[in-house]
């Protein structure tokens, strides 16, 4: 293994690992740190974490572990990703996990780029557009673990860290490899160790990954790592897949805006089954229901609970943010669980902390990176007799669903 890779939830790491396999190299996602070795043939190792709405020092300690598994696998280079959207909060747990890890690898220069232009998300002097609107005014504000409300990721970043927070400009990463490296010393120069990099097109990245070259360590979105596979030797290559046939499901726990409109695109032509946050975390909907529900339905059926903001505030103030969201994951992942005891051998899920417990529910260790249905989701095989696709909440086109579906059955 060559480059290793922490991810903090289990969507995002499979967005970097698509990433990475698009660009030529063998990745493998890990549910967690591994208690096995990787397979000799794998030159990108992902670990997934469900790390980044916990509390910061758990979230460190997960992957301080990932890291020390990482290194044992021989890693020369470490790569700690996290959401396009810079999902966190002003305690973290971005600033304190990429604080822990320079700490850990003696990094003094550590690249910070949430930047994604084909999900259309692009840094530009230090601030974080979505599709053209700020952060903050992109719907990310009102996201209902880690709402966005400043869109200047260096002074966001400065409220999660003790490291100094520099920035380098446009200007450099459009003049090219040598004056991104310039940059970035004159930063390290200044006191500055996390250093938030502008960029806005794929070419920009591909300059960035260059410049990172030898670097212990990098941070951000998938966007910066597509320049890194070729520090390795390796080209862009299609990725192999073999499809899996059978009966398919969707589970989604996603509250964004993209995965609204795929929820409401999909409920129009297929089964669907809304579920209200306040009856599972009271406890009058259990997961054997919508279980027996998904079973019994022909079609492709989908089981949500995406709510508009309004909704999610209000369950929110009555129980609680945290509450409402154990609530909600364990329900799906134990829906999972049962559906594939049923016999389903294609899961779909939206949202990233629901994905990550669906996978952990299903007990899934590994999971092969197969093609991508939409930029930042790839088809992922879990084992002989299932395939999985997880999405992001913002990701995807609006018939996602459909379309997952396709590629999965191959
Ligand atoms: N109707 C709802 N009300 C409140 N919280 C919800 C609702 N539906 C889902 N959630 C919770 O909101 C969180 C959504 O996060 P996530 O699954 O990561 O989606 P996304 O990728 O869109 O951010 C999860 O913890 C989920 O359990
Ligand atoms: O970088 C991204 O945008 C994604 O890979 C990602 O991490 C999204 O997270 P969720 O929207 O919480 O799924």
Redesign the pocket.
Known sequence: MRLGCIGD?F??SS??ANTLAKQGMRVTQYSGTPGFDAARTVDAGVVALKS?SVDPREAVSLSLEALDWLKTQGCEQFFFK????F?STPIGNIGPVAEALADALGAKKVIVC?A?PG?G?SVYQGHLFVKGSLLSESGMESHPLTPMTDSDIRRWLARQTNLGVGHVAASSVFDGVDAIREALDKEQSNGKRLIVIDAIRDEDLLAIGRAARGLPLVTG??GVALGLPANFGCTPSRVPWTGQQGRAVILSG?C?SATRRQVAVHSARYPAFEIEAADVVEGRLVPAVAAEWLLNTAGLPLVHSSADPAEVAKVQAKHGRERTANALENFFAETARRAHEGGVTRIITA???T?GAVVEGLGLETLEIGPEIDP?VPALRAGPDLVVALK????GADDFFEKADRVLQG
């Open positions: 939830d969507t995002g967005d970097l980044r996290y959401c396009s959207t999902d949430p994604f999900t998300r979105g998938s996603s964004s949202g990233g902390e994905s930042g992001s909440g913002n990701f």
